[in-house]
């Protein structure tokens, strides 16, 4: 971890009710906010917080990611997203993700050839595949088989042990795209793609996904490079809602695989990295452009739960700084297909004119990163349901960095969040035949919370 300045000053928390009060630390980090440091407070004084969402809570300290919400700053160990889009490539990312510094040329090589010697799949995995119906959401698929893979690779669960740790990472970042390949593959009923150690990983990832054995692919460099930044500009964002998921499976000593299934599970919600398929959708639905100004009411309209997929962000309050970058790579992408999609035009229109609405402008609604990114996959032929599976690869890397820092943190605990119970007091049980009727309508949609 970065030397920190330790505890020096802090707050003192006075109970109004009774006078008492008591001192707590506050920290500083190496850039970011102040925090108060809570760890000794129940101990300390019975008293517990509240924060649905964390959103003012630090589950964790992390040498990884820094993000400024407020100045649309996000940088990896140090380096700047647009620097690390423009002059990295995703496999030096990875490794500045996953060790700490950007690798000499003898460390990229080795770390190259390494991960390239575990693309490919375990013969009996790949029968996994038919278990599943072909008409399964890729992301569905990568649930299941990702976390199958500790079934297969008994000799990296040890998480004791440095070594498989690092095989189980290496190998999940390696393996991910021909994962994924295959979900894509298998639902249209093709055969399964072959990884050509040749390539680069994203011209290997494109090759994966859209050759097929009875035809030449050519990759396009121009689309190998997008995949290439679309992939390092999803590579980690600090503690999101699938990383801090992987955190908390990784606390109870989940092996990586399971670990790692557990954020992909996570990133699937709509509101994460389901949300550049869902601004597909969202297209979809508005049709045309002439529709926009009523979809724009309707996100408006706080009785109405439509939302503008693909706008604003929990914590860039600003403009998202990965959504700049992609942006450019957007526009590069659709002028070198030539594309004239009507979907696309309708969503550059939308962006234009949702960034000059009044609503999005006070709110700080911007568009995120998964608002192009959908556009720029769209456009590259990748089906909307593999958006997603995309995200989920690029993602790997951060995942499985936040896992391996978080073993070696000696402040790190099982996460065991408490709760504000607003539950009943305790009573006493009732026998079946002594309980009487209710006057409410029971339903499974009231059991469900409707009636709640
Ligand atoms: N469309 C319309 N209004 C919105 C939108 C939107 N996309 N996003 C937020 N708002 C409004 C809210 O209604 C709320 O209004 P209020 O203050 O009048 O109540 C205000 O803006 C703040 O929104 P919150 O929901 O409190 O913000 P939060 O930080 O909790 O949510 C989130 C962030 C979930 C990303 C939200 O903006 C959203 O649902 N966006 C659409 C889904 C999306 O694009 N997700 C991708 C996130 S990026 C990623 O995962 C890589």
Redesign the pocket.
């Known amino acids: 971890m970065n030397p920190e300045n330790e505890a020096d000053d802090s707050f003192t928390l006075t109970d109004n009710g009774t006078g008492e009060s008591w001192k707590l630390p506050a920290r500083t980090g190496t850039m970011g906010n102040r925090l108060v440091d809570i760890k000794s407070l129940y101990g300390t004084t019975g008293l517990l917080t509240y924060d649905p969402?964390f959103?003012s809570t630090a589950s964790c300290k992390s040498d990884i990611t820094f993000i400024d919400g407020e100045k649309g700053i996000l940088l990896h160990r140090g380096y700047s997203i647009a620097d690390l889009a423009e002059k990295s490539d995703f496999m030096e990312v990875c490794y500045l993700l996953l060790y700490g510094e950007l690798p000499t040329p003898e460390e990229k090589n080795s770390f190259n050839t390494d991960i390239k010697h575990h693309t490919l799949i375990h013969e009996q995995l790949a029968r996994f595949y038919s278990g599943f119906m072909r008409s399964a959401h890729p992301m569905a698929i990568m649930v299941g088989v990702v976390g199958a893979l500790s079934a297969f690779y008994h000799d990296s669960t040890d998480i004791t042990d440095i070594e498989q740790r690092r095989l189980a990472a290496h190998r999940l970042i390696a393996k991910m795209p021909t994962i994924g390949a295959c979900a894509y593959k298998y639902s249209l009923g093709l055969p399964f793609p072959t990884p050509r150690n040749n390539l680069s990983y994203a011209e290997n990832l494109l090759q994966m996904m859209f050759s097929n054995p009875a035809e030449d692919y050519e990759i396009l460099p121009a689309l190998s490079r997008a995949v290439d930044r679309l992939l390092i500009l999803?590579a980690d964002?600090e503690q999101?809602?699938s990383t801090s998921t992987v955190r908390l499976a990784g606390s109870s000593g989940a092996n990586p695989y399971a670990c790692i299934a557990s954020g992909i599970a996570s990133l699937w919600g709509?509101?994460?990295?389901g949300?550049n398929e869902?601004?597909l959708k969202m297209l979809e639905e508005i049709g045309s452009v002439d529709r926009i100004r009523k979809y724009i009411a309707k996100?408006?309209d706080?009785k109405d739960p439509?939302?503008?997929?693909?706008?604003?962000?929990?914590?860039y309050k600003n403009y998202?700084p990965r959504a700049t970058v992609m942006r450019k790579s957007c526009h590069e992408v659709l002028s070198t297909l030539g594309i004239q999609d009507p979907q696309l035009e309708l969503a550059m229109r939308l962006e234009e004119i949702a960034l000059n609405d009044d609503?999005?402008i006070e709110?700080k609604?911007y568009p995120?990163?998964?608002?192009y990114s959908g556009i720029i996959m769209k456009a590259m032929g990748f089906p909307t349901s593999m958006f997603t599976v995309m995200?989920a690869i690029g993602r790997t890397v951060g995942w499985i960095s936040h896992w391996k820092e978080m073993l070696v943190d000696d402040e790190q605990k099982i996460g065991r969040p408490r709760q504000l119970y607003s539950g009943k007091k305790q009573r006493r049980h009732i026998s079946l035949d002594r309980r009487g009727h209710t006057e409410k309508k029971i339903s499974w949609s009231w059991l469900w919370g409707g009636g709640r």
């Open positions: 969402g959103t999803h964002h999101n809602a709509p509101a994460h990295g949300a869902a601004v996100a408006q706080k439509f939302r503008l997929m693909g706008f604003g962000h929990r914590v998202d609503y999005f709110k609604l995120n990163v998964d608002f995200f």
